[in-house]
């Protein structure tokens, strides 16, 4: 089997003999000239002659321009410069055969272009055997089969016997099923008991165009493999089907017991060794490599929506600065050994690539690309690589990195078709299919394999005489693939995280009060389930994308502890994003807890914590909102589509409650009732003489906003509103219980733009109409007002520790105003005795006693 081809001697080798060695004849036939000629005659050196001259016996070999005259007109120099065009890249490999075909040549140091001259003149099949080697060398180390009872030597038969290439070409046929072609090329015996084997694998059949004439062209791939009969082993280089064809063929035909070679599991590295070397570039072996550089990886079940691979490359530079960068950014993580689908390296001057291929039994091979490589070179870079990442190339490790069932949970919510779905993943994935909490749609694609026309549409198919589709571009016959997408099945998980709520108001007794409760926030609908744990308000929300950082600020300024569920999203994506008032779960952390029946402990764990941080979210989001305020004062028109008076609301409750913690709010939360926006009371000491007088104010207030250039419209149903909200206030015995005064002091409006016709107008109407004997007084005061107070109390926290007393007497003083309209300056007014007062209380300068005590200053 030294070829396929039928050939005899030298001058009548055929241009399919070229054809089938790869050699660009046709070009070189066409554009040869006289300078070709010159060109070749010229690189040849005296020892090259000397050999051309014992091979050819040309005349006036004495006379060297005559003789290369002589060599350029003989009949066959085309063949020269075809050889010319074969050694491309086979270099090595020529120089191989010749020493293993000719040892005892006297001219050894001849070019290689030479000694492939010697070789083709003295054996044309011997180009075969340096072309199968040479595409053995170029392949990635193959399927290693060992011999588990004596391998006979049977290479001759399969080299020469043509009832053995038959046998075997239908044996890969029965093993394709029938679908594909095959045909045995040619060998190589590479050793006395070694040979190569290289046959072509027919994928298509087609009519392509080219510059002259169209042209048929058979597209195919190769199958290699060896038998080392000394090694008693067969390493098959071949597409994972056909690799069984193969073992199947040797098994049947020569009673053959093979056994795949495996290499040991390694287990023996560290997940936190593996993550350090992501996270801050430490390599495993504490010392980095030296030239070993890798510019690209490639990571497999990203962290974004639907998993998609994710690529770092940096052509020509180290790109693990980057992976470092993008590690500690959240961006990347490393969850499992096979998310690190391809890194791509150069090293010893070689630019390679390593493939993770995860095994049946969860572990993991990382296989080098070691086509080319020598073996020295091979075993160098397997170092390096080990000194950065701490396991081995080409051989299974063991996949300690496992990121939990609950992991799990949320990447199958991520993976875009079920053909993400591992054997890690099936038995969740089962349960979740079965609970209808994921579903699968059926997607059908069609496609030409000759041009890129693809569509999910089939009325846009052509079809030929037999009824078949056919692309209604090209008339080459079309593909059917069919993909089974996954789609989270949002009403039911959010009835599932609702369920959980549900029952733990059911089964323990500080978890009271569920409900569902739809707010609005910039025309989009939010599905709140809202609950009580020891007395307290929670809430919680089910969401299948990251909420922007304006929704995360809406929900924040409810002053209400909440727990956001997300789905499809991973936790340390979720997290980044998150605000730290705000506790963000993932949904498979609660699936999981319910699995093992564990639900109450995770919630109760959540919500403790959440309920330390309640301080923190009072001032995170009244540092939000007195910014919003200070802008919507004086505007109108202009704050249409970004802001509003449920806004305004929320704004105006998250300063209230900072600055008076013991306040409530109503409003919108309480649709339907007759209550103002919220009420808040103020308390403080007052000394007179040897006497402490303790005065308690009690305060409503309405929130008003308006788009109106103008300002907000006081007609007489405001009037009426406002005063029935101070009679029915004034009527309870609370206030008048807690009230020093026994009623509200104030009723206070809060708003972006007020009529100041109006604002007095209002004013009169509700002193005229209260009834005798009560003096609670209608207030008002602009949003930016509102915002300045804050900012004061902000800006001077120091000064208030001090003096609280006093500063809550001029709050006090600032809402009780008869003149009627908070203004900026009356604020000022009135927080100037706290500063004045401030000023008695004398602080120790701890930082002389630093200086004194150590000699420096702090």
């Not at 609005?520 to 009580?532: A, H, P």
Request: proline content about 2%; glycine content about 4%; charged content about 30%.
């Amino acid at each position: 089997m030294s070829n396929s081809l039928s050939l005899e001697d030298n001058p009548a080798v055929s241009e399919a003999y070229w054809d089938e060695l790869l050699v660009s004849h046709e070009r070189i036939k066409e554009n040869y000239t006289e300078t070709d000629k010159i060109a070749f005659t010229s690189l040849l050196s005296t020892i090259d002659i000397e050999a051309l001259q014992s091979m050819f016996q040309l005349s006036n070999f004495d006379e060297a321009e005559k003789w290369k005259q002589n060599l350029s007109e003989r009949s066959d120099f085309l063949n020269f410069l075809y050889l010319k065009d074969f050694l491309q890249r086979k270099k090595k490999t020529v120089e191989e055969i010749f020493k293993l075909k000719m040892p005892d040549y006297s001219f050894s140091s001849v070019s290689p272009l030479i000694k492939l001259i010697i070789i083709f003149y003295t054996d044309s099949n011997w180009l075969f055997e340096i072309f199968v080697l040479h595409e053995w060398r170029t392949k990635a180390s193959g399927d290693l089969y060992i011999a588990e009872k004596k391998l006979n030597d049977m290479r001759n038969k399969l080299s020469q016997d043509h009832n053995f290439h038959l046998k075997l070409v239908d044996t890969l046929r029965q093993n394709s099923g029938y679908s594909n072609d095959y045909r045995v090329v040619a060998h190589c015996d590479v050793g006395e008991k070694h040979t190569i084997y290289l046959l072509y694998k027919l994928l298509k059949d087609s009519k392509k165009p080219g510059y002259d004439q169209n042209k048929r062209i058979k597209d195919r791939d190769q199958i290699m493999f060896s038998v080392d009969i000394k090694k008693q082993s067969l390493e098959v280089k071949a597409p994972h089907n056909d690799v069984f064809g193969i073992k199947k063929y040797f098994d049947q035909q020569f009673n053959t017991a093979l056994r795949k070679m495996e290499n040991e599991l390694f287990v023996q590295y560290k997940i936190d060794d593996v993550v350090q070397l992501f996270k801050e570039g430490t390599p495993v072996g504490d010392e980095e490599p030296e030239d070993f550089t890798i510019d690209s990886i490639t990571f497999s079940n990203s962290l974004l929506i639907k998993s998609p691979d994710v690529k770092l490359q940096l052509k020509g530079s180290d790109i693990w600065p980057s992976i470092n960068d993008a590690f500690r950014r959240g961006i990347i993580n490393l969850y499992n050994l096979k998310d690190i689908k391809k890194i791509n390296f150069r090293s010893e001057q070689h630019s390679k690539s390593i493939l993770s291929i995860p095994l049946e039994d969860g572990s993991v091979i990382f296989k080098l690309n070691d086509s080319s490589l020598s073996e020295q070179t091979r075993n160098a870079i397997k170092k390096k690589f080990s000194m950065k990442f701490g396991f081995p190339l080409d051989q299974p490790v063991q996949n300690k990195f496992d990121g939990g069932e609950a992991f799990k949970v949320d990447q199958i919510f991520r993976f875009a078709n079920i053909n993400q779905i591992t054997n890690d993943h099936k038995e969740i994935y089962d349960k979740l299919y079965f609970s209808k909490l994921l579903d699968e749609t059926e997607e059908i694609s069609y496609s030409c394999s000759h041009c890129s026309f693809t569509t999910n549409d089939t009325k846009l198919l052509g079809q030929n005489d037999k009824g078949s589709s056919i692309c209604p571009e090209c008339d080459e016959p079309i593909y059917q693939k069919m993909t089974k997408e996954l789609n989270p099945i949002s009403e039911n998980i959010n009835k599932f995280i609702h369920s959980l709520v549900d029952d733990l108001t059911i089964e323990q007794e500080n978890f009271k009060n569920a409900k569902i409760s739809k707010q609005k926030f910039k025309k989009k609908e939010f599905t709140f389930k809202q609950f009580s744990y020891k007395n307290h308000p929670y809430q919680l929300l089910v969401t299948d994308s990251l909420l922007s950082k304006k929704t995360l600020e809406w929900i924040e300024k409810k002053l209400v502890p909440t727990l956001i569920v997300c789905y499809g999203i991973d936790k340390q994506t979720s997290n980044r994003y998150a605000l730290d008032t705000i506790e963000q779960v993932t949904f498979g952390e609660l699936y999981i807890y319910k699995e093992k029946a564990q639900i109450h402990e995770i919630f109760e764990e959540y919500l403790n914590d959440l309920e330390k941080r309640t301080h923190h979210q009072v001032v995170s989001a009244a540092t939000k909102a007195t910014k919003s305020l200070s802008f919507i004062g004086d505007k109108t028109v202009e704050l249409k589509e970004i802001y509003d008076e449920d806004m305004l609301e929320d704004d105006v409750y998250t300063l209230i409650k900072h600055l008076f913690p013991n306040s409530e709010k109503w409003g919108k939360e309480y649709s339907g009732s007759t209550v103002p926006e919220g009420i808040f009371t103020i308390q403080y000491k007052e000394n007179s003489g040897a006497i402490s007088v303790e005065n308690k104010h009690g305060f409503t207030y309405d929130c008003k906003f308006t788009l109106d250039r103008s300002g907000y419209k006081l007609g007489s149903s405001e009037n009426r509103k406002a005063l029935h909200y101070i009679k029915l206030l004034n009527e309870l015995v609370d206030i008048s219980y807690y009230c020093s005064s026994r009623e509200l002091t104030s009723h206070i409006f809060v708003g972006n733009k007020f009529r100041e016709r109006q604002v007095q107008a209002m004013a009169k109407f509700i002193r005229k109409e209260i009834a005798n004997g009560h003096y609670t007084k209608p207030v008002f005061i602009n949003s930016k007002d509102l915002s300045y107070l804050y900012d004061q109390f902000i800006y001077n926290k120091n000064k208030i520790d001090k003096v609280p007393d006093i500063f809550y007497k001029q709050l006090a003083a600032i809402f009780s105003t008869d003149e009627i309209l908070i203004t900026k300056k009356y604020i000022d007014e009135k927080l100037e005795d706290v500063e004045i007062a401030a000023r008695s209380y004398s602080i120790l300068d701890t930082s002389n006693i630093t200086k004194k005590l150590t000699g420096r200053k702090k």
